[in-house]
């Protein structure tokens, strides 16, 4: 990585990646004995750990390449303005039906964005992208069954996932954004304009939920910028728990 013309822009960019998966995994850890069932809740801690895993690959290629340390140093010791999520993944688990309208819009994404970087000429990328695919898949699967189950169960149940649709939707185009990093790696073919990812998204999210994904439209105006360090007030709240022990004890080792 570090013999690449760009490889300070594929460090940051491994970072907003790592960032993505370790703010979901955090969100998705506090199901951890609150989901509606026991099957639910083995199946929301198992994704968690899943994307924290992936995170823990992401952040540690990155630090060893911006000689920060490691992973733990990159997700406990930087404050929120470094962090460059992408705004959907930080938000509020809300009810069970925002939880799993969250999933399905990120998941719906990374299947198809880790599907792009399985081509990437960096071999960081291409030898994380294809195993994390699998993970990913599962994670889609899910949350479309999930959805499925909801739209077409009570009119409560439809009523919550749609909620959570819209409350998500604000999001949506920021996954398909670039950075200053991500741009420069476009331009030299590390990886692809994400933009290029939209139709197949968007026509996936409609196969999944029919005239429901309509909900995303009424969400109201596009909200960005997660990617520059520009959060909402959730993050905050979010990495107040993840930080908290290794801000009190710094460099304490268990």
């Not at 962090?83 to 009810?95: A, S, T």
């Not at 077409?152 to 409350?167: I, K, M, P």
């Not at 185009?173 to 692809?192: K, R």
Request: proline share 3%; charged share 25%; hydrophobic share 45%.
């Amino acid at each position: 990585m570090a013999k690449l013309a760009h490889a300070h822009d594929l460090a940051r960019h491994l970072v907003a990646l790592g960032d993505d998966s370790l703010v979901l995994g955090q969100n998705l850890a506090s199901w951890c004995g609150h989901a509606p069932t026991l099957e639910l809740d083995l199946a929301l801690t198992n994704i968690s750990l899943d994307c924290i895993g992936l995170a823990q690959v992401y952040l540690q290629a990155a630090a060893e390449h911006l000689g920060v340390g490691d992973a733990d140093r990159l997700a406990f010791r930087r404050d929120v303005l470094d962090f460059r999520n992408l705004l959907l993944v930080e938000q509020p688990n809300g009810d069970f039906g925002r939880t799993i309208a969250r999933q399905l819009l990120y998941s719906q994404w990374h299947v198809l964005a880790l599907e792009r970087l399985a081509r990437s000429p960096c071999e960081v990328l291409a030898d994380v992208a294809p195993k994390a695919a699998k993970e990913a898949a599962y994670h889609l699967r899910f949350a479309q069954e999930w959805a499925q189950r909801l739209a077409g169960g009570t009119a409560e149940s439809r009523a919550r996932l749609e909620d959570g649709l819209a409350w998500c939707g604000r999001f949506v185009d920021e996954l398909f954004l670039l950075d200053d990093h991500g741009a420069a790696l476009v331009v030299a073919g590390v990886i692809d304009d994400p933009a290029s990812l939209r139709p197949r998204f968007d026509q996936g999210i409609v196969d999944c939920l029919g005239d429901l994904a309509r909900a995303l439209d009424r969400s109201g105006a596009q909200i960005g910028g997660g990617r520059m360090g520009r959060h909402t007030e959730h993050l905050g709240r979010l990495l107040s728990d993840l930080q908290f022990l290794q801000r009190a004890y710094p460099e304490r080792v268990w």
